[in-house]
């Protein structure tokens, strides 16, 4: 296990290498199938969660929260057109909050055009729920951005844009949500890998611009919390205090064969890899909607997730 802070490397040569070998077992349907069907699929992912005990939540309450993360908006897997139909199936859904959980930019080669954030950040305004729309950023959308990795520090284009179009970007920050109940507060965590490798400059492979002490400390004590963090692997460090965690990065390994996935952008590759985690509290972590670094996806269709907070799970 590495060194909190080490980072680490999101696909190897030997792991693509991997995965495509797994893949061509299966077949070159199914490869046609992983490239040409399922992409473009799109599905809606529930989980009903009541919080641990030892997380404080007001009885009785239950909000519903719609999970948006891993957009990656480029042509011809996740144009604008498409964004807009996922905006107007997110809103049917009529959730009480919806959160976008980072990586809206492009994060492979494999495009014929990459939508720019003037055409993808006035779509996801349209999005609309009584408590807001709120979101935080993804590494793909520090790593392509080169005046913010120059500077190492934002702001950025992609959070620039959400910001002009009214969507709340929390870095390391949290807001109190007014809800029947009283205040349930949506904290945000900034992105855990930012800066693109640079041993020289940084001491370590991918330095996070995250501060999960000074997000937390922003939430009074007893309040009732949500993190919002994009890559999972931050939830070891999660303490109990907080209700949920909302997390994406990871695709579900983007290739899934009966519950295991050969590729995990994570520290924690057999730990948090895609659905629901219980430990000291509770995350989920989504597919996501689009694709990152390989043109697949099999087994984990993009999704579109909705949590009831504070409902009982189905038996």
Same mark, same amino acid.
């Given at each position: 296990m590495r060194e909190a802070g080490q980072g680490y490397r999101l696909f190897t040569r030997r792991r693509v290498l991997q995965g495509a070998g797994a893949l061509a077992l299966s077949g070159v349907g199914t490869g046609a199938y992983a490239t040409g069907i399922e992409p473009f699929r799109q599905v809606v992912t529930s989980y009903a969660i009541k919080p641990n005990p030892a997380a404080p939540w007001p009885a009785g309450l239950r909000l519903r929260i719609a999970v948006l993360t891993d957009i990656h908006a480029c042509e011809p897997w996740m144009s604008a057109a498409r964004i807009a139909g996922i905006v107007v199936a997110t809103n049917a859904l009529q959730a009480d909050l919806v959160v976008l959980v980072g990586d809206f930019v492009e994060g492979q080669r494999y495009v014929t055009r990459?939508?720019?954030a003037t055409e993808w950040a006035p779509i996801l305004s349209t999005l609309t729920a009584p408590l807001g729309v709120y979101a935080v950023l993804g590494n793909h959308d520090w790593w392509t951005d080169a005046e913010a990795q120059r500077r190492g520090k934002g702001p950025t284009i992609a959070g620039t844009a959400l910001t002009q179009n009214g969507i709340r970007v929390l870095s390391n920050e949290a807001v109190p949500l007014a809800t029947r109940a009283g205040p349930v507060w949506l904290a945000g965590l900034e992105d855990q890998i930012a800066l693109t490798p640079g041993w020289r400059r940084?001491?370590?492979?991918?330095?996070? $611009?995250?501060? $999960?002490?000074?997000?937390?400390?922003? +939430? %009074?004590?007893?309040? %009732?919390?949500?993190?919002?963090?994009h890559e999972p692997d931050i939830f070891a460090q999660v303490p109990a205090r907080v209700a949920l965690?909302?997390?994406?990065?990871?695709?579900?390994?983007?290739? /899934? $064969?009966?519950?295991?996935? %050969?590729? +995990?952008?994570?520290? #924690?590759?057999? /730990?948090?890899? #895609?659905?629901?985690? /219980?430990?000291?509290?509770?995350?989920?972590?989504?597919?996501?909607?689009?694709?990152?670094?390989?043109?697949?996806?099999?087994?984990?269709p993009p999704e579109i997730v909705v949590v009831e907070l504070g409902a009982e799970a189905a038996a």
């Open positions: 990459v939508v720019p940084y001491g370590h492979r991918r330095p996070g $611009l995250h501060d $999960l002490p000074k997000t937390l400390a922003a +939430v %009074p004590d007893g309040a %009732p919390m949500i993190l919002l963090a965690t909302l997390s994406g990065h990871t695709h579900g390994g983007q290739v /899934r $064969l009966f519950g295991w996935s %050969p590729v +995990v952008p994570s520290r #924690y590759p057999g /730990r948090y890899v #895609y659905g629901h985690v /219980r430990e000291a509290s509770d995350l989920v972590i989504s597919g996501g909607l689009g694709l990152s670094i390989a043109p697949i996806r099999l087994g984990v």
